[in-house]
């Protein structure tokens, strides 16, 4: 057995699961390739990123978090049979078994982070059953080929190679950060937060309805976290996204492999706190988006009034020196008065304030010096599917609006909030065989196409037309679907959100290219019957 090592990862933004897992073996199977030309003589590093997708099963405790584990395998010289090592079945599987073997079995050589014991639980759940083995590939060989095929994912590609690069500069960020955070956490809100029955009456400070403040990070804490986001600044800016359209110079803190930290964070020390304080909206608040923004003279000196894309937001300033910069307060959006100023925070290292996103707020200007907050917008899931209908398609958080405005195919999990004004084509694919979800994908692309070019299409503005594609029940497209009133895989339906109409394709043949432009086409003329 090789020597391998593992270190746990955070979650790719954007990224299909199916899709990261193909990316991962595509790689190893080349890797896998170099290694058997060299005869083993050089040293071959490889990289891979594992995903509880299809044909394995995402079950424990956080599906985000059990979602995935990236690893590094080096190579030694491969022995007879490894040699004989072939088909992209073995090496999916036997890359499997390998972070199997050396995470669970700690034979690896000295890991280089420690696996924790959701990571121990995943790779458990990883180890493949002979029997789903077969499925399991073909449905990597299906997305293998969508990312060549398509561009409508190389965004996703993207963010791979960042997670595949970028190496942190304080690893105790990344491993073991259950315990790590017992230290980094604010001894009276760690007692208040573990305490059986937790209680913070003695931790929190209203500083206005609805709006509290409390002791969180340590100084240790809020210093190693700014230089891991100098740092990651300086060694990956390129890859790195902006937090959301507001921020121009933050980061994502998931997309640098923090999301273990932050899901440790939030579901076994804010939750109680959320829980305490918004019980409806902290219900199901499973998944988060976290960033951090950034405020001086010479980038963005402020942020104006605006409701977060969150259900409950979390602020806590990290530094650095400085002058200004406060944060005001109106009232909720549903407020009568919401637009009305009713209190102005200042911020202190260590100490955050949370509040609902829906909690108008905005960052005054900064006056000298420089402000760096960390900020966890928590999403729930169950109150969000419980206002589904008053609002729309929910959002999820992670906006990469550029990049999507691009694409002339989205992905349905993850919809940019058009949806919910413009005429979108939903094309439900979940559950299909690989080659059928490829197909038909690649037919919907080439209407997509041909669409838009008829529409001349301008870049970075919205089409007349949005096309989305779900290829997995995942994100919002059990609620798209709901929406949509169809139950089978594969249906077609043009989704008019905002003038409350859907159109459903009905016909006995097997859809196909010339079906869904024909749809489309008959949309567009005026001659659907709203079904
Ligand atoms: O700068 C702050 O404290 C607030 C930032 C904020 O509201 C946001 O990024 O949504
Ligand atoms: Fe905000």
Redo the contacts with the bound molecule.
């Keep these: 057995m090789r020597n391998c090592w593992l270190r746990s990862f955070g979650q790719l933004t954007g990224v299909p699961a199916a899709v990261q897992v193909t990316v991962a073996v595509q790689r190893e199977v080349e890797a896998e390739a170099a290694l058997l030309e060299s005869g083993g003589e050089v040293e071959v590093r490889k990289l891979g990123l594992l995903q509880a997708g299809a044909g394995v099963p995402a079950t424990g405790a956080r599906k985000n978090l059990a979602r995935q584990s990236q690893f590094e395998v080096v190579g030694a010289s491969p022995s007879e049979e490894e040699a004989k090592t072939e088909t992209k079945v073995s090496a999916a599987v036997e890359i499997v078994a390998v972070a199997v073997a050396a995470g669970v079995d700690g034979k690896g050589k000295k890991p280089h982070l420690q696996l924790n014991e959701l990571d121990a639980k995943l790779l458990d759940d990883l180890r493949p059953a002979k029997d789903s083995a077969d499925f399991f590939l073909c449905q990597l060989e299906a997305s293998a080929a969508r990312i060549q095929k398509a561009d409508a994912f190389s965004a996703w590609e993207l963010g791979v190679d960042l997670y595949c690069r970028y190496k942190p500069l304080h690893p105790e960020l990344f491993e073991n950060q259950r315990e790590n955070l017992k230290r980094w956490l604010s001894p009276t809100f760690l007692t208040a937060a573990t305490a059986e029955h937790p209680d913070f009456k003695d931790v929190l400070r209203e500083e206005a309805p609805g709006v509290y403040s409390f002791e969180m990070f340590n100084l240790e804490f809020c210093n190693l976290l700014l230089e891991e986001i100098d740092h990651a600044q300086q060694t990956a800016r390129e890859a790195l996204d902006r937090p959301n359209g ?2 121009r110079y933050g980061v994502v803190l998931n997309q640098m492999g923090l999301e273990p930290l932050i899901t440790i964070l939030q579901q076994e020390y804010l939750m109680p706190l959320m829980t305490s304080l918004f019980p409806t909206e902290s219900k199901g608040c499973e998944d988060h988006h976290c960033f951090i ?1 950034r405020y001086r003279a010479d980038e963005d000196v402020g ?1 104006d009034m ?1 409701e ?1 894309d969150s259900d409950i937001t979390l ?1 806590a300033c990290l530094g650095k020196e400085f002058t200004g910069a406060t ?1 005001s307060f109106c009232g909720l959006v549903t407020d009568e008065k919401h637009r009305k100023l009713q209190h102005t925070y200042t ?1 202190e290292k260590g100490r955050a304030v949370i509040h609902l996103g829906r909690h108008r ?1 905005g ?1 005054d200007n900064i006056e000298s010096g420089e402000r760096v ?1 960390f ?1 966890l917008w928590s999403v729930s899931e169950t109150y969000r599917n419980s206002q589904a209908l008053s609002r729309g398609v929910i959002m999820e958080v992670v906006e990469r609006r550029l990049d999507m405005y691009q694409r002339p195919v989205l992905d349905m999990a993850r919809p940019i909030e058009e949806i919910n004004s413009v005429p979108s084509v939903c094309l439900f694919l979940e559950g299909l065989p690989p080659y059928r979800q490829h197909q038909l994908f690649q037919n919907l692309l080439e209407v997509a196409n041909e669409v838009h070019a008829s529409l001349g299409r301008v870049d970075g503005q919205v089409p007349a037309i949005i096309f989305f594609v779900a290829l997995q029940p995942s994100g919002a497209v059990p609620q798209v679907r709901e929406m949509s009133a169809v139950t089978a895989s594969p249906s077609l339906v043009i989704l008019d959100v905002d003038g409350e109409k859907r159109y459903r394709l009905e016909s006995d043949k097997d859809l196909d290219a010339a079906e869904i432009r024909g749809f489309v086409a008959a949309f567009r003329e005026g001659k659907l019957q709203v079904r």
């Design positions: 507001m921020n923004v942020l605006h977060d602020n944060l911020h707020h960052a907050n900020i």
